[in-house]
């Protein structure tokens, strides 16, 4: 038996967000592109890119997914009726073959190249940066319509428009970069304004070329003066829970992976305080346990 399917829950990212927009061409449904995804409890939609090990549980749906190691087809013991097929770069082209669907060759090379991160084609690059100048911003759900009603030629137009704004990100980049500083011998930080949407995309593109010469990398978000909240990463294999544990006790919410996570002040704290907040947070992880 097939699941009965009412909403599409797609990954908010390109690849997802087309796949979606492809999908809804055979079934019109509400699409959906949570941003947070640890509490959601998913029954009868189509979930593209999103499995039951990163939600709450995930029941009677259809799964259609390309990470992974191997691929898996048919049904599982919640009702879910996988298409998972881990050759593929991207689930939009998954997607478009499975279901024989018009998807223009220049786009699903550039899906995959902003996928797989390699970014050869002037669109690929285009959709890359059109994305990243404002992740959470991006309009997933008129990009997806495009994509539904194959309006190729609008969606490169608006892609076109909006990467032209990550030009200020890449000088905003440069700026954080020149104002970061040491905080402990293993560690870097820099502030940035939350408020503003270039500085803010700008944060995390500092923060990587930073944490390629320096193990911990911070990046701290101020509003009105105020500490508001941060990111802390880092590539080298430390693990950063010790450093939530600590800011938990100190008035934050904090935490994350193992390699990246973040925090948000509950009282209000000045700078000085969460720097310091943080070199003592940063001393825990040469305590043993
Ligand atoms: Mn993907």
Redesign the pocket.
């Known amino acids: 038996m097939k699941p009965n399917i009412l909403r599409i829950v797609a ?1 908010g ?1 390109w ?2 967000v087309v796949g979606a927009g492809l999908f809804s061409r055979i079934h019109d449904l509400p699409l959906e592109f949570p941003l947070e995804l640890p509490d959601l409890t998913i029954e009868n939609a189509a979930c593209i ?1 999103i499995t039951p090990d990163r939600v709450t549980s995930l029941r009677n749906s259809l799964i259609i997914d ?1 990470h992974g190691t191997q691929p898996r087809q048919g049904m599982d013991e919640q009702g879910n009726h996988w298409i998972l097929e881990p050759e593929y770069k ?2 939009s082209s998954l997607i478009a073959d499975h279901w024989q669907l018009e998807f223009p060759k220049e786009w699903r090379t550039a899906v995959e190249e902003v ?1 797989t991160a390699s970014l050869k084609s002037k669109l690929s690059q285009m959709l890359w940066k059109s994305y990243r100048i404002d992740a959470k911003g991006f309009p997933r759900q008129k990009v997806a319509e495009m994509v539904k009603k194959g309006n190729w030629k609008r969606l490169q137009e608006w892609a076109e428009k909006r990467q032209a704004e990550y030009q200020k990100v890449e000088e905003k980049t440069k700026e954080l970069l020149k104002k970061s500083e040491k905080l402990t011998p293993e560690s870097v930080y820099f502030t940035f304004q939350f408020n503003d949407r270039f500085e803010r995309g700008a944060s995390k593109d500092a923060m990587l070329i930073l944490e390629e010469k320096i193990p911990i990398v911070i990046a701290v978000g101020i509003s009105e003066e105020r500490v508001k909240s941060g990111t802390i990463a880092t590539n080298k294999n430390i693990d950063l829970t010790k450093i939530y544990q600590h800011l938990r006790k100190q008035g934050y919410t904090s935490g994350g992976h193992k390699t990246v996570g973040g925090f948000q002040t509950l009282k209000n704290k000045t700078l000085e305080q969460t720097l310091q907040d943080l070199i003592n947070a940063i001393k825990q992880l040469q305590k043993r346990v």
């Open positions: 990954h990212d690849d997802g890119e390309h991207a689930v996928d």
